[in-house]
């Protein structure tokens, strides 16, 4: 569900999703930057849900160490499909690089 809209310009605007968990409505992650079409189709479809920005930590947006992700509340109304662009999380250390990204050959 969508939850808030940030940036300050129509640009800059992505959308904050969230989730129902324990009753309570949970930001799980900040959608890439909407393109022009997308933010016409969707705007009218928000409804503010107060009149002061909140703050998330960049973690929700998946950039840890990044500044928090400041939003407009919105009323939980509206109903998103998302699509991963990584099936599954992956961590660990960097592999080390090949003889063809170092340039030797």
Do not use: N, Y
Request: proline share 12%; hydrophobic share 45%; charged share 15%.
């Amino acid at each position: 569900m969508v939850i808030g809209v940030t940036g300050t310009t129509p640009a800059a605007q992505a959308l904050v999703l969230g989730r129902p968990t324990g009753g309570r409505m949970r930001a799980v992650g900040v959608s890439l930057p909407l393109a022009q079409q997308v933010r016409l189709a969707v705007a009218p479809l928000l409804h503010a849900a107060g009149e002061e920005m909140r703050e998330l930590p960049a973690t929700v947006g998946g950039l840890p160490g990044a500044d928090p992700v400041r939003f407009w509340p919105v009323k939980p109304e509206v109903v998103v499909e998302i699509e991963v662009d990584q099936p599954r999380l992956e961590f660990g250390p960097l592999s080390p690089p090949s003889a063809c990204s170092t340039g030797a050959r």
